[in-house]
């Protein structure tokens, strides 16, 4: 039975404590700015004759000084939001990703990872927690309080507006607040829903040793499987790319939820480490981790697969709707996106290609790490270039961001470990536990 250590459990409280403290000086800060200063910003940004703008529908409705100024208030007025909104949803798509590989490994009957099954209850158990900010920060956009998605402004699809866009018109039967609202809660109730069911069901398997509960197990985790087909599509829809309503990709539902796969793996890895260093997880082995290295190994080369593929086709094609999505982010946050090819790419293919090095403890954990930052990169470079635009580089933005991130990891910490402190590390009762136990790689 794990119990959680004091000083790790104080650890996520000064995180959540020290992150809620960054957040809220960087909202007051963001807040007290005025429009002089904002247009100041502006003028900076182009003051070099760079008006490469980071969201297409800005070459709609006017074009004047005004206009700008309005628009650029706004982006500058969401950093807080967005950077609570990055953090959220990567949280949320981390966690139903690990319950996703959960699934996959009952459906499979696979016997490698039953030991480690416990582990990624754990992680699965932080999915209410990033659905519930998700829920709040919907009900700010919808209520007009946030401005993350321009496509909710009423203006934008009424015809005698001199703001209408009628390509938002055209997308209007599926970007409206109802079905939006509905789609939303759909994926975080259902998803909080398999979480729990599964859970209990592992541990009923348990108890009870019934082949006819662990029939019911193996049909609940194929049901999830085919949930999370549907919703890590439909939520990289609605929470990320419908930031920028102009721009599509039938890329990007795969590049998400990779890139979340990929963080889940690592969350796992470094999860199971840590127990078994701290004595808690004995069986956990060289063998165990050699194979959660394959498939974080797999997982990043899959995701890059998917970055250049989207990348190439659009740089190719040189059609200025689209390619905008990329002028934004090479103008304004080249930093971030040639960070992501070196975190997620480049090292991961110069370290893991080797059988041996996955069963280094040292080096995996290592490269665990820098993967979930690499993939943390990835989701703050879809959803801010597009929210908040150029106005990133100063405190404000600093501080709201490092205190959402600082606040979810400490928050992920103590609901994750706190979960795992209440389950049988091993699940005793599934069949497929002695497998585990002696598992061996063979080559």
Not at 27 to 54: K, L, R, W
Not at 334 to 343: H, Q
Request: net charge neutral.
């Amino acid at each position: 039975m794990y119990s959680f250590s004091p000083k790790l459990r104080l650890y996520s409280i000064v995180f959540i404590l020290l992150g809620a403290v960054l957040f809220g000086a960087g909202y007051f800060m963001n807040h007290g700015v005025d429009d002089a200063q904002i247009e100041h910003m502006m003028e900076a940004v182009h003051a070099g004759g760079n008006n490469t703008p980071s969201n297409s529908s800005e070459l709609l409705g006017p074009q004047d000084h005004a206009a700008h100024l309005e628009h650029a208030t706004m982006q500058f007025k969401n950093q807080p939001l967005a950077a609570v909104h990055t953090v959220a949803v990567f949280l949320f798509a981390l966690s139903c990703c690990a319950l996703f590989f959960y699934s996959i490994q009952n459906a499979s009957h696979a016997g490698w990872s039953i030991i480690i099954l416990r582990v990624m209850e754990a992680v699965a158990s932080f999915i209410p927690w990033a659905g519930a900010v998700i829920i709040i920060i919907m009900l700010l956009n919808v209520s007009h309080i946030g401005h993350l998605f321009h496509w909710m402004d009423p203006e934008l699809t009424d015809p005698k507006s001199v703001n209408f866009d009628p390509i938002l018109f055209e997308k209007k039967t599926f970007l409206n607040i109802p079905f939006y609202v509905v789609r939303t809660l759909i994926y975080v109730l259902g998803a909080s829903f398999f979480a729990w069911k599964l859970k209990s069901l592992s541990k009923k398997v348990d108890e009870t040793k019934s082949r006819k509960v662990y029939a019911s197990y193996y049909s609940w985790s194929v049901g999830y499987i085919a949930f999370f087909g549907f919703a890590s599509a439909a939520w990289a829809w609605d929470w990320l790319m419908s930031i920028d309503p102009h721009w599509y990709s039938t890329m990007y539902i795969w590049y998400a939820m990779v890139s979340a796969l990929a963080t889940s793996i690592a969350v796992i890895m470094v999860i199971s480490v840590y127990l078994k260093k701290a004595g808690f997880l004995p069986q956990f082995n060289d063998n165990h981790l050699h194979d959660l290295g394959v498939f974080l190994f797999a997982s990043t080369m899959l995701w890059t697969y998917t970055w250049f593929a989207q990348f190439m086709l659009y740089w190719y094609a040189n059609i200025p709707e689209e390619v905008n999505y990329f002028y934004g982010r090479f103008e304004y946050y080249s930093w971030a996106f040639w960070s992501i090819l070196l975190f997620n790419f480049a090292v991961p293919l110069a370290v893991m290609v080797s059988s041996s090095i996955k069963r280094n403890y040292t080096v995996m954990t290592t490269m665990a790490v820098i993967v979930i930052t690499g993939h943390w990169l990835v989701y703050y470079n879809m959803v801010m270039p597009g929210t908040v635009g150029p106005f990133w580089q100063n405190i404000t933005g600093l501080l709201t961001n490092l205190g959402a991130v600082l606040f979810g990891l400490g928050s992920f910490i103590f609901v994750v470990m706190t979960t795992l402190a209440k389950l049988k590390l091993i699940p005793e009762g599934n069949p497929f536990l002695h497998e585990s136990k002696i598992y061996e790689y063979p080559f």
